[in-house]
C-alpha cells in the first residue's frame, strides 16, 4: 500500500511511516496530510494514556488516604490500650 492511492484512515501507523520514509518533503498535501494524520493518532494515544495514568492515580490516592486513616485510628487504640494497661 502507498500514501499515493490509499485513504490514511484505512492505513496503520507503521505503513504511513513507512511510505513517508520514502518521501523527501516537498511540501505537498499529501505529505503534510500524512504528517497531520500521523500527528493526530499520536495525540490521540497520548491523550488516552494521561487519561488512564490520572484515574489510577485518583484510584490509588484514595486507597492511600483510607489506609492512612485505618492507620490513625489503630494508632489511637494502641495508645489507649498501652495507657489503660498501665494502670
Not at 490514511?8 to 507503521?14: A, C, G, P, R, S
Not at 513517508?20 to 498535501?29: H, I, Q, R, V
Not at 486507597?63 to 490500650?81: A, P, Q
Request: charged residues 25%; without cysteine.
Amino acid at each position: 500500500m502507498s500514501i499515493q492511492n490509499q485513504n490514511l484512515n484505512e492505513m496503520t501507523d507503521e505503513e504511513i511511516e513507512r511510505d513517508l520514509n520514502g518521501l523527501t518533503y516537498t511540501g505537498s498535501p499529501l505529505y503534510m496530510g500524512a504528517i497531520t494524520e500521523l500527528t493526530r493518532r499520536q495525540l490521540r494515544k497520548l491523550t488516552d494514556a494521561i487519561n488512564k495514568f490520572s484515574n489510577d492515580s485518583d484510584r490509588y490516592s484514595k486507597r492511600l488516604v483510607v489506609l492512612t486513616w485505618v492507620l490513625v485510628i489503630l494508632t489511637i487504640l494502641l495508645v489507649f490500650s498501652t495507657f489503660r494497661g498501665s494502670q
